[in-house]
């Protein structure tokens, strides 16, 4: 941001532990999937001296993107740090996921980061869902700056992208959306492209040429200086507008010449209280080449104009029986308080914790406690409990490098918790604290698993308590109704991984079944049945007849059971009997299998036996009279219906309501938010959204978000039960 030349690598080789928070940077890449995060985590590595050449470590392996899965997906699937050092700062890179699928992930490098940086492409421009994450920033004041990248594209066209940048996260300001620095084209190439070979800086006047692979300082030539000088006051004005000098402005106004070096500190200010949002442009260095174009420049701005974790409020904590307690803004002396971003498994290291500090300083080998609660919804376990911590390190690719402590602001990784899971918070053993976890978006999407053979089956509970524990956007369900076990997802490629990862690094081959809704039965009017159970073979026999009569009920009503019998036709030890009986073979099922809600059974007759009546016998004679019941009546089949909540853009409200009502949906309303967008409100059968999380995905364009919970269950229209059963029938 300055006028340094920087002709030579920042400090080279290992990242280590910092020694204050103030010499520590917390950023989080965000960007639509290729829109090229990996590629600027990789060559901001290069420029700093952390790799040999782009994107790799000395032994060769990648800085980011290192999982082998990621390898055959060819696209982040997980959140990943990167420690580099430049001018005696420690920057910790968060490299997200762009894909929606893998939103937890982002959620997490944004709740371990204290500014952003968000990465556009030149040649797609920006998505709906990163106007999303930007709008999310902005609501808790996230510092932010947008990097374009992909300036080599045919049709790449910086100042074109910066306009479209200022419109889309500008917002009532699009002049607090301006770039620093102009791109340099070299001669044009035989497609009439001009490559971008170098940067002028709009504060400094300088020009930076990276055609030689490394940054060349020099002055700018007349023919820049009228297209230079006209950005450069629409970004002075830019900056002294964000100005806490509110006579800046009105010196400025009255022809004072301002300081280069005022104008920069007022920069650094404003980016760094989240109220100016500088735009850059990088590209990875050329084969052989030490530096990619724009990299010292966005080192400059993270070191110098993103805030320490000094500048960060301090997290809101309470005791685990939920009693408040204060902390002192990031304090390395205060009572340790830290966070589990990100839990993962090494097949030779064992669970691996990436935790950030927020307060006080973590050791190697202390014992802390680990507080984690607040997920019961999703399969997690609530639990305190006292775990000594392994090696402590600082990852770096598929390297772990090791270090002693690490203080409050930073990142590192922990090995040898057993018991830790995502969104868990580790604290003084002798002063047990909890953070609130994150929010994290409902997984949507069900998958109905099976184990493959004997052996998986042994393996498979193990395998899923261990997947849910590493990424808390995936919900464990065993659904006592249908008896699946069924994993909830985000979405198809969020599936993929979660196999994926079942397979490869839990030894547990699964089948994928198809997903079945909880049904249920009832009358669709009165019926009669006789219930008779009578055997002789020698012995006390069995002898139980009863009569009932069975009447439908309002929905939510369940199994009302009446007793009439009269004259102790039914002995009254023996009426619980029949009830037992009738409620057995509810929860069985009459027709279909499902179980029968929403109906009275009434006891009107029967007949006992002085020797062979029994508690069994009467249990048999009352499942019979109901099955009976039932043949002679029409059965329902209801099926479950939710409520279900849609936010999309204006843009898709018609196709999103016309899908709704295509699917047996009643739209109940809509209502106008902010942002340009709408609240849909509908009712819509659970078996027509088994796969919305992907439909709706693809129908708005990544841009809409919906939730749903149980309402009731109501009848099933008869056409499609008939559908229902005859594919039951096909099927065994």
């Known amino acids: 941001m300055g006028d340094k030349a920087h002709t030579h690598p920042g400090a080279a080789g290992r990242a280590t532990a910092a020694d204050h928070p103030a010499s520590v940077r917390n950023v989080v890449l965000v960007g639509h999937s290729g ?25 060769g392996g990648c800085v980011s993107d290192y999982d082998d899965m990621e390898h055959r997906q060819q696209r982040s699937v997980q959140l990943s740090l990167v420690p580099v050092e430049w001018d005696g700062i420690k920057i910790n890179l968060l490299d997200t996921p762009g894909y929606a699928d893998f939103v937890g992930e982002l959620r ?7 500014a952003a940086l968000f990465v556009v492409s030149a040649s797609d421009g920006v998505d709906g869902s990163t106007r999303m994450i930007w709008e999310e920033c902005a609501a808790v004041g996230m510092p932010r700056a947008i990097v374009i990248t992909h300036l080599e594209a045919a049709r790449a066209d910086f100042e074109e992208m910066t306009r479209i940048c200022a419109e889309a996260f500008g917002g009532d300001d699009p002049d607090a959306v ?13 497609d009439g492209h001009a490559p971008v070979t170098g940067l002028v800086g709009l504060l400094t006047r300088k020009l930076f040429d990276y055609a030689s692979g490394e940054r060349v300082a020099s002055e700018p030539g007349e023919a820049e200086l009228p297209q230079l000088d006209e950005a450069r006051s629409m970004l002075i004005e830019g900056i002294i507008s964000e100005s806490e000098d509110e006579t800046l ?15 920069i500190e007022d920069l650094e200010r404003a980016v760094a209280r989240g109220v100016f949002f500088p735009v850059l442009a990088a590209a990875p260095a050329a084969d052989g080449a030490r530096q990619g174009l724009g990299t010292v420049e966005l080192l400059e701005l993270i070191t110098r104009g993103f805030p320490t974790p000094l500048e960060r409020a301090a997290p809101r904590v309470t005791t685990p029986e939920g009693a408040g307690r204060e902390l002192r803004m990031c304090d390395p002396e205060e009572s340790l308080v830290a966070e589990v971003v990100k839990t993962s498994s090494d097949p030779y290291v064992g669970r691996i914790s990436m935790v950030r500090v927020f307060s006080g300083t973590l050791r ?37 490098r090791p270090v002693s402590h690490v203080i409050a602001g930073d990142l590192a990784c922990v090995t040898k918790l057993s018991r830790a899971e995502t969104g868990d918070t580790l604290s003084a053993k002798d002063d047990p604290l909890l953070m609130a976890p994150w929010e994290m978006p409902d997984p949507l999407l069900p998958l109905a698993i099976e184990a493959h053979s004997k052996p998986d089956e042994d393996k498979l509970s193990q395998g899923l308590a261990r997947l849910v524990a590493e990424d808390p956007t995936m919900r464990l369900e065993h659904n006592q109704d249908t008896h699946q076990v069924v994993l909830w997802c985000l979405g198809e490629a969020h599936a993929d991984v979660a196999l994926e990862r079942l397979r490869s690094r839990y030894g547990v081959q699964v089948d994928v079944v198809p997903h079945r809704v909880s049904l249920r039965e009832t009358f669709g009017g009165r019926a009669a049945g006789r219930g008779r159970h009578v055997k002789q073979s020698g012995g006390h026999g069995q002898y139980a007849i009863c009569e009932i009569e069975v009447e439908p009920l309002p929905g ?34 009459v027709a279909a299998g499902h179980p029968l809600i929403d109906v009275r059974v009434t006891l009107l007759d029967g007949k006992a036996h002085s020797v062979d009546s029994s508690d069994a016998a009467f249990q048999t004679a009352g499942a019979l009279a109901l099955r009976e019941a039932a043949a002679e009546a029409r059965i329902h089949l209801l099926e479950p219906v939710a409520e279900v909540s849609v936010l999309v853009g204006d843009d898709y409200v018609g196709a999103v309501m016309s899908d709704l009502s295509g699917r047996r949906g009643k739209v109940l309303g809509t209502e106008q938010t902010s942002g340009g967008r709408t609240l849909i409100r509908a009712e819509v059968p ?34 499609v039960a008939d559908r229902l059963r005859e594919e039951v029938r096909v099927a065994s």
């Open 35 to 59: 829109s090229g995060k990996t590629t600027v985590v990789e060559a901001l590595a290069l420029t700093a001296g952390a790799v040999n050449r782009a994107g790799r470590v000395e032994d």
């Open 108 to 114: 997490a490098g944004l709740r371990a980061a204290d």
């Open 178 to 190: 301006l770039p620093l620095y102009l791109p340099l084209h070299g001669p044009p190439a035989p």
């Open 249 to 263: 402005m009105e010196r400025y106004l009255g022809g004072e010449q301002v300081d280069v070096k005022t104008l």
């Open 364 to 400: 190697a080998d202390q014992t802390v406690h680990v507080s984690g609660h607040g997920m019961t919804d999703r399969g997690h376990e609530d639990h305190d409990v006292d775990e000594r911590i392994g090696a402590l390190s600082t990852p770096f690719g598929k390297q772990q």
């Open 556 to 589: 939510g009503s369940g199994i009302e059971f009446v007793d009439k019998v009269v004259g102790g036709a039914v002995p009254r030890q023996f009426i619980p009997s029949v009830e037992k009986g009738v409620r057995t073979q509810a929860a069985k099922g």
């Open 686 to 719: 659970e078996i027509e959204i088994g796969r919305y999380a992907v439909d709706l995905r693809s129908l708005s364009h990544g841009t809409a978000r919906f939730d749903r919970r149980y309402a009731r269950h109501e009848p099933m229209p008869a056409q």
